[in-house]
């Protein structure tokens, strides 16, 4: 039976869709609690896998072409994978439960809760897969099951366009993924991690296909963790319900690719170029959606790049090799980020759909355990002390501090924008007179949505909580010399709380207005005029072949010469004896020719 209690995890989301699909679709509160139940079934399997001493569970052939080529169904588990189980079975079933209250009155009730019973069942299956085949087939079905949730309501174009923007998005990525298997398959003659971890000096012997296969398997990453320069889909993500978005940015679609790094650890910390590469690409993401996070206006838009920052941070840590730093702060961010959204999901219902934060105020003591709750998420997020945040955000600090001096300013610089825009948005919100109709009448949410913001505060707010989970990962202490660390981080989160409280506190409109960064350092328009550059070009050369080559030389070519040999044929078809005999003759004439002289 234990053997089997991974399959039955991982197999109870999927079941669930399929009875959503073919038997309850009809019916949304039945649909709705099938999948509740499915939700809350995974998790507490994945608590027993968890406190259970198995290291794998029963394997089946699948592919066997050996020794060419065999792709096992096989599980792994191992402290890594058990941890994620309950990291996304937990922080999943909460947002199961928290729909239930979100979606009450949506049309569309049993297409979302099918739809988000596959992605648990995707993120799952990325989470226990031991080999990069079958990890890849559910990293592409994590892309459908994402397109179909960011587009649910896919009657507004916004929403439709931003889940086409998702899903091609993470396509260019997932591309450059798949050549890196294929690279590591052919060099090490296998796709199994152990295998592959086991024959790695096939492929560190040559160290530029080394670093070629790490760079490419980190494009994987860089589109499902939505790193510079593929970070534009995560931030229109937020077209989807707020459910969704809270479980994409906390312990599923973009922690997959972290997670993805640390799996695949033994072979990206092997080249130290690909290390350096991925370090900056974090870096350079978590500085520049800090930045654009000081000018949002949008709620979610702001917590979406907050996400995308706290992203970078994880990046900088895989890439300055340490992946337990990494999953240090994914677990913790999880939480308070998961706390986050479905607080500002609270606010959203409750305000009538409003997300401006602009049109709220005054809202701490009409939405109290919403305040409460969104403040501790806050307070965790920008690593105040003694709260969880602090202690993830301090280990990849102290990292950064003892590796690269250039990377730890630029980290610091970003802990001081994460207090500054998150301040900024709690004087805005809950501060202040309302300024609008709905937030003058705003009331707190019903328990079923309460109720979950009450469960992730205890994890965001205990400090203890933070500190158990580098124990119990196995992040490693600063030396002495990086003491200093903590009272650096801590001076630049109260130099942006201190400045945001300045410039916010009881402010009817933003004085600040930085066009660049409101515009998104114009990725957006840049973009789309690379596209429209590209299929223009793309539609002249198309125009010239189909043209030049396929029509003149191909289809007008080949008629021509077929009709011009019918008519040479027409020549010999005369109608008359006297030319068919000396044609006849001439042809006795060539044949003696050849026979008797050649």
């Not at 234990?2 to 197999?11: E, F, G, R």
């Not at 072409?65 to 941890?83: A, E, I, M, N, Y």
């Not at 001076?491 to 410039?503: K, S, T």
Request: aromatic content about 12%; hydrophobic content about 55%.
């Amino acid at each position: 039976m234990s053997s089997a209690l991974p399959w039955y995890l991982l197999l109870l989301p999927l079941i669930s869709a399929g009875v959503i699909v073919l038997l309850t679709r009809r019916s949304g509160t039945v649909s709705s609690f099938v999948s509740v139940g499915a939700a809350v079934g995974s998790f507490v399997c994945s608590c027993l896998v968890f406190v259970s001493p198995a290291t794998s569970a029963f394997e089946l052939s699948w592919i066997d072409l050996r020794p060419l080529f065999h792709v096992p169904l096989g599980l792994v588990l191992d402290q890594l994978s058990k941890t994620m189980l309950v990291l996304v079975t937990g922080i999943g079933a909460l947002i199961h439960i928290y729909s239930l209250g979100y979606m009450a009155d949506d049309a569309g009730k049993s297409r979302y809760f099918a739809s988000l019973s596959l992605f648990m069942f995707s993120m799952l299956g990325i989470v226990l897969a031991n080999n990069f085949v079958m990890m890849f087939i559910f990293w592409e079905l994590v892309g459908v099951s994402s397109y179909l949730l960011i587009g649910h309501w896919f009657e507004r174009d916004s929403a439709a366009d931003a889940a086409n923007k998702a899903f091609l998005t993470n396509r260019i990525g997932d591309f450059g993924f798949m050549i890196g298997i294929l690279m590591v398959w052919s060099a090490t003659g296998s796709v199994v991690f152990d295998q592959v971890a086991g024959n790695m000096g096939a492929i560190t012997a040559h160290p530029g296909y080394l670093t070629a296969a790490a760079l490419l398997i980190f494009c994987g990453a860089a589109g499902k963790s939505a790193q510079f320069p593929l970070h534009v889909w995560l931030p229109d993500a937020m077209e989807g319900p707020t459910p969704i978005s809270a479980l994409i940015h906390a312990a599923t679609m973009v922690a997959a690719g972290v997670y993805m790094l640390v799996r695949v650890g033994f072979l990206v910390q092997a080249s130290s170029q690909a290390l350096t590469i991925i370090a900056w690409i974090g870096t350079i993401t978590a500085v520049m959606a800090g930045l654009i996070a000081t000018q949002q206006n949008d709620i979610k838009r702001i917590l979406a790049y907050s996400t995308l920052s706290q992203l970078g941070y994880m990046v900088m840590a895989v890439g300055l090799a340490s992946g337990e730093a990494a999953m240090f702060h994914l677990f913790t961010h999880a939480f308070f980020k998961a706390l986050l959204f479905l607080g500002a999901g609270s606010i959203i219902i409750m305000l009538h759909h409003e997300q401006n934060i602009w049109r709220m105020g005054g809202l701490a003591h009409r939405l109290r355990i919403t305040f409460v709750t969104f403040l501790i998420g806050t307070l965790a997020l920008i690593g105040c002390p003694p709260f969880s945040g602090f202690f993830s955000k301090d280990a990849i600090l102290a990292l950064a501090y003892e590796k690269n001096t250039a990377i730890f300013a630029l980290a610091l610089f970003t802990a001081f924008l994460t207090a500054f825009y998150m301040l900024r948005l709690v004087f805005v919100v809950f501060l202040g007179q309302p300024r609008s109709e709905h937030a003058q009448h705003g009331k707190e949410s019903p328990l079923v949505m309460s109720g979950p913001l009450l469960l992730l505060a205890a994890p965001a707010s205990l400090g203890g909580f933070g500190f158990f989970a580098r124990r119990f990962l196995n992040v490693p202490r600063a030396d002495e010399g990086s003491h200093i660390v903590p009272i650096l981080a801590t001076a630049a989160m109260l130099l942006g709380v201190i400045i945001a409280f300045v410039l916010y506190r009881k402010r009817e409109t933003d004085p600040i207005d930085i066009g660049i960064l409101r515009r998104r350092f114009y990725f957006d328009e840049f973009y789309g005029w690379l596209i429209g550059v590209t299929q223009e070009l793309l539609a002249k050369i198309s125009g010239f072949f189909d043209r030049w080559i396929l029509d003149a030389v191909g289809v007008r070519g080949a008629s021509t010469a077929t009709w011009g040999l019918g008519a040479m044929l027409r020549l010999l078809q005369v109608g008359n004896i006297e030319g068919y005999a000396f044609i006849f003759g001439l042809g006795i004439v060539g044949l003696v020719y050849f026979t008797v002289f050649r």
